[in-house]
């Protein structure tokens, strides 16, 4: 063996077993301090630095992070085929199954939203302090008072996971096997997307499935994220297999798990219209659009009402969408920027209120990007698009926690032909954001944060507009 490609796989197989211990470490860090019934107060840095946490479980949180996140980032470079790949990121998931969960409590009340509707009730009408849930003290106080701010797919998911769970470990045990299940679905259609993508399979699943965001929030936090973005995967891939296009069969069921998806998480909506770009076959004028788009959209139609009305839930999930904006942190640039405004309208002894403003022009920046992203790319790679597009939902949005860091990565992974350091720096930052029982970091330092975001936006615009410029 050369000595070039012998180091290069002395640096996977050193990453390999880095990122195995970084595992182990998160398990014995998530057993000391991870998300427990009942509901405790969060470790943060003051109890930290107080002594309040104990001595092993800082340093197995920190050390596990460090060993997890430098494992990745070093061996995107040496990965030597994607069956290694797989089972290397498959080796990293097993430490943290048995152990609580980590990085949020957020599945303690996905347990109780399906415990609601498995007993009849609406969740969309109230929250748990209404309703009830024999495991309510395990539900964060931030959520007590919030109805289900998800799809109806994802309600009737967790009602059967409450169903076949019994009791509240069993419950969480099942949605972490639905979580499992939609990074599987996700696992099984890479090799589509990176064949359109012509990207190579090892990378893109290096970077889509061996992400600590992936084991840390997606399977042992089990958000409902993976299932959103196993479908949104499997759309996109079931779009793309069939040479030289789609049959209306195939566009129609494509549609249906979009529109499951969207019964998750209604931001999936965004990848519809990207959607509609990959199935038109290469070359195509815009003519060729409607078939793909009335398929596709009837579809998720199709597929989001019968969920509706089948479930009796109906369509009330649609009006709790706002509910999930109630988190204000800096993350969100939106956010920050009114967070800034609001800090020095404080200086001068003003009172301006200016975060729910900004979120608003968020939004609107939001959908004028999404048109220029779609038009931009409807002649040239429509799946990057896709993934440019649930990168834009993720940055422009009101609210950042740091799984939805999740949405883009699978199709960017497998999409993004050259330097990868501006996908993974970010999804670095967010894997290092929650402490084990959810403490999001980011609160410690919400000035300083906000206003280096701020900063960071302006120095973006600054040096478009620059670029811009016409020369002389």
Known sequence: MPPARLASRGVAEASRYAGLAGRVLLAVAAQLGGARS????????????????????????????????????VGRRAVPSARWAYLTAALWVVPLLPALPLGSYDVYSYACQGWQLSAGL??????????????????????????????????????????????????VAVLRI????????????????????????????????????????????????????????????????????????????AGVLIGLAVGVKATAVVVLPFAVLVAVPAGSALRALPRPAIALTGGATL????????????????????????????TAPPTALGMTVDLIGSWFGADLNAVPVTRVLGILALAVVLVVLWWRTRARDALLGAGLGLAATV?????????????????????????????????????????????????????????????????????????RRPLG
């Open 38 to 73: 009942p509901f405790h107060p969060p470790m943060t840095p003051r109890t930290i630095f107080a002594g309040d946490d104990g001595v092993l479980l800082p340093v197995c949180w920190l050390l596990g992070t460090a060993l997890l996140v430098g494992a990745w980032v």
């Open 122 to 171: 609406d969740p969309y009408s109230a929250g748990v302090d209404a309703l009830g849930c024999p495991w309510r003290a395990a539900v964060s106080p931030t959520w007590l008072d919030s109805p289900a701010p998800y799809g109806p797919v994802f309600v009737v998911l967790a009602a059967g996971a409450a169903k076949i769970g019994g009791t509240l470990a069993g419950t």
């Open 178 to 253: 639905v979580s499992v299940l939609g990074v599987v679905l996700t696992a099984c259609c890479l090799p589509v997307l990176a064949r359109r993508g012509g990207v190579p399979l090892g990378r893109a699943v290096w970077l889509a499935l061996a992400c600590p965001l992936v084991a840390v929030h997606l399977i042992s936090g089990a958000h409902n994220d993976a299932v959103m973005i196993g479908l949104l995967v499997a759309a996109l891939a079931l779009i793309v297999a069939p040479q030289p296009g789609p049959g209306l069969v195939v566009l129609v069921l």
């Open 303 to 330: 597929a989001i009402a019968i969920v509706s009305l089948t479930s009796g839930l109906g369509f009330g999930w649609i009006t709790n969408l706002a509910g999930s904006g109630a988190s204000v942190q800096w």
């Open 395 to 467: 940055l422009l949005a009101p609210v950042f926690h740091p799984w939805y860091a999740t949405w883009p990565l699978a199709v960017l992974a497998a999409t993004v032909k050259r330097e990868t350091l501006w996908l993974i720096v970010p999804a670095a930052v967010a894997a290092a954001l929650c402490l084990p029982d959810g403490y999001n970091l980011a609160l410690a330092v919400k000035s300083q944060g906000a206003l280096a975001i701020t900063a960071f936006v302006l120095y973006l615009g600054v040096r478009y507009l620059r670029k």
